[in-house]
């Protein structure tokens, strides 16, 4: 493990060269100044979004953003900036906004076109930003990781462990999306379609509310769902032509649960199409919300407007995580009052990024919910 690197050291990468390939390569050490420091990566998490970008034509990159390491040559504005010292244990968010915009300056800083790559070609951020831009190392699948001005980290509670700390950004997405843009509420009924790890985040959000929590998955989702029955789903359903329960029970159950009424609040964070939308409006109760988390690239030949009306469903679209879910999240971690460890399913070393995408993906039929990179040293997890 290291505790000390200087300008010019040559760390470990796992650099993806090209879609689904991933070599290893030495890499220096950029220099650092009083603004910026380094990470000596102890952990680095793996998402959807990973999978996604892995598959994409795009420029060589070392990926990974959900980063929790120790800071080291953190410059002295940087300290006074951060509130953060050589030694600190953080969890990196990926953003990496201006600090002075309309959104920056309203909280809202995940939305700032400084670090919006879908928004702003230009734009950096944790993970996916290009080999070419300097200083190169802008992700977690390295021993060492260059911390941008613009960084936003979290303290990490000494009491939780490196690999289960990289959890504080999808359990964050899901209180953000249930709690705080859901607005959820203690006694309602909320459906959860889609048990990725930011959906089990959801699900773990609305039972940490009160609420009655149903999971909604497929079959390949199997042992997902059961991970989410572990960690507070009241009931978990398995759809589609190899699952244990139809669409249509599905709403039976609700309006059982709900005597008649259906859902108060219904989260996709499946696949946001027309099936899985059309699907969340009829489960919703008159007046419900309609939390979209997941988008198909492609528009929606079949939205629901007129059912949209006649129920008077608000809708809202999100992306990401604020600074308060993620403090909500390690919290919880730190509470130790979960088996959370149940969502981190595979730990490997940088020679293991690609199979751990792979594993992300459902390409190795070996289920994974969340993979954990440990850049300093893993034992082979295959």
Avoid at 272 to 287: M, S
Wanted: aromatic share 4%.
């Amino acid at each position: 493990m290291r505790t000390a690197v200087k300008a010019g050291d040559i760390v470990t990468a796992a650099v993806t060269t090209a879609p689904g390939r991933t070599e290893l390569r030495e890499l220096p050490v950029p220099e650092t100044g009083p603004t910026d420091g380094l990470l000596l990566v102890e952990a680095a998490g793996m998402c959807g979004s990973d999978v996604k970008m892995y598959g994409a034509d795009l420029p060589e990159r070392v990926m990974g953003h959900e980063n929790v390491g120790t800071l080291a040559n953190v410059g002295e504005i940087a300290a006074e900036r951060w509130g953060f010292a050589d030694g600190d244990r953080v969890l990196l968010e990926e953003y990496l906004p201006c600090g002075h915009c309309h959104f920056c300056r309203t909280s809202e800083f995940r939305s700032c076109l400084a670090s919006d790559t879908s928004a702003n070609p230009g734009a950096v951020r944790f993970g996916s930003t290009p080999l070419s831009v300097a200083p190169a190392i802008w992700g977690g699948y390295a021993e060492v990781m260059y911390v941008h001005p613009s960084a936003v980290p979290h303290r990490v509670p000494g009491s939780v462990p490196s690999a289960l700390a990289t959890l504080g950004l999808p359990l964050g997405n899901g209180y953000q999306w249930v709690c705080l843009d859901g607005r959820v509420r203690a006694g309602e009924t909320v459906v959860v379609l889609g048990p990725g790890q930011s959906g089990i985040g959801a699900v773990v959000a609305a039972k940490q509310a009160g609420a009655t929590v149903i999971a909604v998955g497929r079959a390949r989702d199997k042992a997902r769902l059961e991970v989410a029955r572990r960690l507070g789903a009241d009931t978990v359903a398995m759809t589609g032509p190899d699952g244990d329960t139809t669409e249509a029970e599905v709403l039976e159950r609700v309006l059982g649960l709900t005597g008649g009424r259906g859902a108060d609040l219904v989260v996709d964070a499946a696949a946001g199409n027309d099936d899985t939308v059309c699907f969340a409006v009829d489960l919703l109760a008159k007046r419900g919300r309609l939390v979209l988390a997941a988008a198909s690239a492609e528009p929606l030949s079949r939205f629901p407007v007129w059912q949209l009306s006649r129920k008077q469903i608000g809708v809202q679209a999100v992306r990401g995580h604020s600074w308060e879910s993620v403090e909500w999240a390690l919290a919880l971690l730190a509470s130790d009052t979960l088996p959370l460890d149940l969502m981190s399913t595979y730990e490997g070393g940088l020679a293991d990024v690609d199979y751990a995408l792979r594993a992300t993906a459902g390409e190795t039929g070996t289920p994974v919910l969340h993979a954990t990179i440990l850049p300093q040293g893993s034992p082979n997890a295959r």
